[in-house]
């Protein structure tokens, strides 16, 4: 079974902190993804990363950055968290597109509040 | 440009009942994946299904079902004789052949009591 692990599922952070949120998977995919999710918004994709130390941005890229230094690893970064930061944060991977396989598995997922 | 729309945003039904959550898609590509997901309150996104744009067949699995109709461009899922853990947030999303991204629906809520 696929596994996609995050740091932590519960996060109070102060307005101005740098935050890092970690994602790690377990099965070798190729493209990882960071999705915010807000009641009434739906899932919507902040970064993702089709290769280590490649990355692209998503519809909502504003407020946050990323790094994927090794495979496995993709962190997303709020450089100065603020209060409209607070949010579900969800990372998934997936296999490259070229897969016949290719979904989207998903981890546990991070509640950031800002305060 | 490519859409999903869950037009149902919550639905509540009585354990047993069969319920139906709808899912309408836009995209102008030939080739295109569709999914569902479900979120049960623990928050995790667990994949339920992916049909492609070529295969049309209808998909059993126990109590789900899922409708592909390219016709009315809908991929509409099924939960027969509901149970009380069927209770979640049901997210379909759609993938135009070649790009990573997925494109969710806002989901529905579907609350079964017992």
């Known amino acids: 079974d696929v596994k996609v692990t995050q740091s932590s599922r519960y996060l109070v952070k102060r307005t101005g902190e740098k935050v890092f949120l970690e994602c790690v998977q377990d099965m070798d995919h190729e493209n990882m993804f960071w999705y915010r999710q807000d009641p009434g918004l739906g899932l919507r994709l902040i970064y993702f990363s089709y290769d280590v130390k490649m990355k692209e941005k998503g519809d909502i890229p504003e407020g946050y950055s990323v790094s994927r230094e090794k495979k496995e690893r993709f962190s997303l970064i709020l450089e100065s968290a603020s209060t409209n930061q607070t949010s579900m944060y969800l990372c998934?991977?997936?296999?490259?597109?070229?897969?016949?396989?290719?979904?989207?598995?998903f981890g546990p997922g991070t509640r950031l509040t800002v305060t | 440009a490519q859409k999903v729309t869950q037009a149902q945003t919550e639905i509540s039904v009585v354990e047993k009942e069969d319920v139906t959550l709808d899912c309408v898609y836009e995209?102008?590509?030939?080739?295109?994946?569709l999914f569902w997901y479900k979120q049960p309150p623990s928050g995790e996104l667990v994949f339920l299904i992916r049909r492609n744009s070529f295969d049309e067949q209808n998909e059993i699995s126990g109590r789900y079902s899922w409708n592909f109709q390219k016709s009315t461009s809908s991929f509409n899922f099924t939960i027969t004789a509901s149970q009380v853990v069927d209770s979640a947030v049901y997210f379909c999303a759609l993938r135009r052949g070649g790009s990573e991204k997925l494109v969710f629906g806002k989901g529905t809520k579907l609350t079964v009591n017992p």
């Open positions: 998934a991977s997936s296999l490259t597109s070229t897969s016949p396989s290719y979904e989207q598995y």
């Open positions: 995209t102008r590509d030939t080739t295109y994946y």
